[in-house]
């Protein structure tokens, strides 16, 4: 199964976000790469405790950063 997860940069809270709605998660960190553990963490917990973990599960993450710069 591929899961897609967004990741986005929130400038005002200076935090990562990631949003997948069917595992489901919503999960923020302020390091990029800390974020990504912790969604890889998360997942197989929620999907183990929901009863949908499967043995090929795949993330596609999807990142956008926005910054303004005027």
Known sequence: MIYDVDMTWDDEAGVWCA???SIPIALECKSYDALLERV???TLEILELNGKLEDSIHLCFRTVHL????
């Open 40 to 42: 890889k963490v998360a």
């Open 19 to 21: 949003v997948c709605d």
């Open 67 to 70: 910054e303004s710069i005027a």
